[in-house]
C-alpha cells in the first residue's frame, strides 16, 4: 500500500469516527481489528493516541479559524453561559458566542463545553468563564451573557464588572409556570407510581426543574393523557375488586377539577 493510500483511507476513519461520534476504544478492539484487516490486510491501523493527537490538531485549527471569522464578522458579540450534569453526574459549562454578521446573518458558535468539577461555586464558573472569554480574545467585544436564574451564575457574573447579565426568560416562565400550576404535579411528579395506568395508553412526561419548557411539556402531554385517566378511573369504579375500586379513589383524590383542566389547555 502506498503512503497516500494509507493516508487516504486513515483520513477516511477519522472522519467516521468523529462525524458518527464514534468512541476512540474501537481502535483498541480485537474484533474491529480482525475486521478492518480482511477489508485490506495491507492497511496499518493508526492507534488510538495517534487519532487523540489528531483530534486535538483539529481543534486547534479550527478555533483558529473560527476567532478570525468572529474577529472580522462582528463588532460586538453575546454570549450565553450554562451549567449542566450529565448522566454520570459530571458537571459541564457551555458557552456559546452569538453575533450578527454585516449581512445581518445571525450565527451561533460553541466557544467551549468545559468539565466543572464539584463544587459548582460562582468563584469557580467566574474563573472558568473569563478563562474561555480571554482564550477566544472576546474580552472587548462582549458586554452580554444571558443564563439561568441559578444563584451560582448570578453570583458569577455579579462578579464580573464588565460583563452584564441577562436572565434567560425561557428558564423565567419555566419557573412562573412551574409554581403557578402545582396543582397538577402530583400527576406528572411520580409517573412511575401510575405506570401501568399510564403506559397502556401514552407514557407520561416527568417536569424536570433544569430542563426548560419541560413544564410545557409535561402539561401538554398530560391534557393528551386526560380521556385515558378518565377511562382508567370510571373502569377501576365498576371493578368489583375491592382494591380496584380503592385504586380509583386515589386516582380521582390525584386528579384535577375541570377548572384545573381547563386553565392547563388555556396554557398550552
Not at 49 to 66: C, P
Not at 165 to 172: E, G, I, P, V
Not at 243 to 266: P, Q, V
Request: aromatic content about 12%.
Amino acid at each position: 500500500m502506498t503512503p497516500d493510500r494509507q493516508k487516504y483511507l486513515e483520513t477516511l476513519l477519522f472522519e467516521w469516527l468523529v462525524l458518527d461520534f464514534q468512541p476512540l476504544y474501537l481502535l483498541k478492539s480485537p474484533s474491529f481489528r480482525q475486521f478492518i484487516n480482511a477489508l485490506n490486510e495491507n492497511f496499518e491501523l493508526p492507534n488510538d493516541k495517534k487519532f487523540r493527537k489528531r483530534i486535538f490538531d483539529a481543534y486547534e485549527f479550527s478555533q483558529k479559524q473560527l476567532k478570525q471569522y468572529i474577529h472580522e464578522n462582528s463588532s460586538s458579540v453575546s454570549l450565553t453561559c450554562d451549567l449542566w450534569t450529565s448522566r454520570s453526574k459530571q458537571g459541564f459549562l457551555g458557552v456559546t458566542c452569538h453575533l450578527i454578521t454585516p449581512d445581518f446573518e445571525m450565527k451561533e458558535i460553541t466557544l467551549a463545553i468545559r468539565y466543572m468539577p464539584y463544587p459548582h461555586t460562582g468563584d469557580a464558573i467566574q474563573k472558568e468563564l473569563e478563562k474561555i472569554i480571554s482564550e477566544w480574545e472576546l474580552q472587548d467585544k462582549v458586554f452580554f451573557c444571558t443564563t439561568d436564574n441559578a444563584a451560582s451564575m448570578k453570583k458569577c457574573l455579579n462578579q464580573i464588572s464588565w460583563l452584564q447579565r441577562l436572565s434567560c426568560t425561557a428558564h423565567t416562565i419555566q419557573l412562573i409556570v412551574g409554581k403557578g400550576l402545582l396543582a397538577a404535579e402530583v400527576l406528572i411528579a411520580h409517573p412511575e407510581e401510575e405506570g401501568d395506568l399510564h403506559t397502556i395508553f401514552y407514557r407520561a412526561i416527568t417536569d424536570v426543574e433544569t430542563h426548560w419548557s419541560s413544564t410545557f411539556i409535561a402539561w401538554e402531554r398530560l391534557i393528551i393523557l386526560k380521556p385515558y385517566i378518565d377511562i382508567v378511573i370510571s373502569s377501576l369504579n365498576v371493578s368489583k375488586d375491592r382494591n380496584a375500586k380503592d385504586d380509583a379513589k386515589r386516582l380521582m383524590k390525584i386528579n384535577l377539577t375541570d377548572d384545573e383542566w381547563n386553565t392547563i389547555k388555556r396554557f398550552t
